[in-house]
């Protein structure tokens, strides 16, 4: 069964970081590109950041292009996003996916790991 | 920036009958169109890819169609555990950059 377990969220001050990461099993994360999905409580959903299996290709929505990395460990099947320089409206609940099929963000997802940015 | 558009914002139907989702494209997306159904609390779980082919283990009331900018969802007889808030998605092509739309949301009538 794919699982995705994302950890790593809670209250975090404006202009901290915080890293996010999402542990994958029953699949074989070496062969899939993983991406990172946020939505903001109540809201709709905004596609954050994508990479490919040898971390060669990293693709980011400009609103966090410089402030978040997506990087990956595949020994430990596990994805991260490292968000620095943090504003009040990053906080959302942030979701892992495993990309398959080209179209699509994600054929599976994590349950989610909330972020709230506030002082 | 391709910008999607889903009507209605809200659809209130009743067990049994038939929905129809609109998703429309600001330009065209081809076949590289998604969509998602999403319940309170929960992560968003994948109905349709590459606009008319169906997830794994997704039943078949759920059928999807369109290509370039206007696509459809329907679900041929609304299930009580259908309702929900559903979203279209797009890719863009090369780089991969994907947006979502804003969500229809079905109810019970």
């Known amino acids: 069964e794919v699982q995705l377990v994302e950890s790593g969220g809670g209250l975090v001050q404006p202009g901290g970081s915080l890293r996010l990461s999402c542990a994958a099993s029953g699949f074989n994360f070496n062969n899939f590109w993983m991406t990172w999905v946020r939505q903001v409580p109540g809201k709709g959903l905004e596609w954050l950041a994508i990479?490919?299996?040898?971390?060669?290709?990293?693709f980011y929505v400009d609103s966090v292009k410089g402030r978040f990395i997506i990087s990956r460990d595949n020994a430990k099947n596990s994805l991260y996003l490292q968000m620095n320089s943090l504003r009040a409206d990053d906080t959302a609940m942030y979701y892992c996916a495993r990309h398959n099929y080209i179209s699509s963000v994600g054929d599976y997802w994590g349950q989610g790991t909330l972020v709230t940015v506030s002082s | 920036e391709i910008v999607l558009t889903q009507s209605p914002a809200t659809l209130s139907l009743s067990p049994g009958e038939r929905a129809t989702l609109s998703c429309r494209a600001s330009?065209?997306?081809?076949?590289?169109l998604a969509w998602y159904q999403q319940k309170p609390g929960q992560a968003p779980r994948l109905l349709i890819y590459?606009?008319?082919s169906r997830a794994t283990g997704i039943p078949a009331r759920f059928s999807g169609s369109g290509s370039g900018t206007d696509f459809t969802l329907t679900i041929s007889g609304l299930e009580p555990e259908d309702f929900a808030v559903y979203y279209c998605?797009?890719?863009?092509?090369?780089?991969?950059?994907?947006?979502f739309g804003p969500g229809t949301k079905v109810d019970i009538k």
């Open positions: 990479m490919n299996q040898g971390e060669s290709e990293r």
């Open positions: 590459d606009a008319s």
């Open positions: 998605q797009q890719r863009s092509g090369w780089p991969p950059i994907f947006t």
């Open positions: 330009q065209s997306v081809s076949s590289y």
